[in-house]
C-alpha cells in the first residue's frame, strides 16, 4: 500500500510539471499567406519565422540534420472536402569542414550553402511555394498551413527523447487562410 502511495505520489508530480509552461524563445510561427492562382494550381506565399531551440541547434552543429516540415491543406469551405493535401521538405544540415550551413528542399533537389545559421532560417523567411490543385470550381476555400520538426527523421537514439523534451518542440499552430475563387 505504501509504495502504491509513493507511485501515485510521483506521478501526481510528474504531471504537475508537465502542465507548467515556461515562455520559450523558440519555435515556428506562419504569420501571413497570401494565395494567386495560377494555372491548375495556387502559387502560395508565406511569411513565416523559425527559431531553433539550443537543443536542436547543438544537434545541428554536431553533424545531426534537421527536417522542417510544411504542411498545407486545401479545403473546400461549403462542405469542409479537403481538395488537396501537400507537404514540403526542407533539410537543414552543418558542414563541419567547410564550417557552412546547408538548406535542402527536397522536392527541388537542391542545395544553397549558407555561411551562418541565421542567414539559412532567413532565407525561408518568405516562402513561395506551388500547390498543384487540378482545375477548381468557383467557390470559397481554406487554406490551411503548419510549420513542424519531423522528430521522426532524427537519429534513433535521439527520436524518443525528442518526442518527450519540450527543447524539440517547435511546431506551429495549424493557421487558416479563407480566400474565393471566382469563375
Known amino acids: 500500500m505504501r509504495f502504491c502511495v509513493s507511485l501515485l505520489s510521483v ?41 531553433l531551440s539550443e537543443q536542436a541547434r547543438s544537434a545541428l552543429n554536431h553533424g545531426v540534420t534537421l527536417t522542417v516540415i510544411l504542411e498545407m491543406e486545401l479545403r ?20 563541419p569542414l567547410s564550417e557552412r550551413y546547408q ?31 487540378g482545375p477548381l470550381p468557383s467557390g470559397s476555400y481554406k487554406l490551411r498551413t503548419r510549420l513542424r520538426l519531423d522528430e521522426s527523421r532524427l537519429p534513433a537514439p535521439m527520436q524518443l527523447p525528442a518526442w518527450f523534451s519540450a527543447q524539440w518542440n517547435h511546431d506551429s499552430d495549424w493557421s487558416v487562410w479563407p480566400f474565393k475563387i471566382n469563375a
Do not use: W
Request: aromatic share 8%.
Open 11 to 51: 506521478t501526481l508530480l510528474l504531471l504537475a510539471a508537465c502542465g507548467q509552461r515556461n515562455p520559450v524563445d523558440y519555435g515556428f510561427s506562419i504569420s501571413n499567406v497570401s494565395i494567386s492562382r495560377a494555372y491548375q494550381s495556387l502559387n502560395v506565399n508565406l511569411q513565416q519565422s523559425l527559431v
Open 103 to 133: 538548406l535542402a528542399d527536397e522536392k527541388k533537389a537542391e542545395f544553397t550553402t549558407y555561411s551562418r545559421l541565421r542567414h539559412l532560417l532567413a532565407s525561408i523567411d518568405n516562402l513561395q511555394v506551388q500547390l498543384p490543385t
Open 76 to 95: 473546400n469551405d461549403n462542405n469542409m472536402t479537403v481538395v488537396r493535401r501537400d507537404a514540403t521538405r526542407f533539410q537543414f544540415r552543418y558542414l
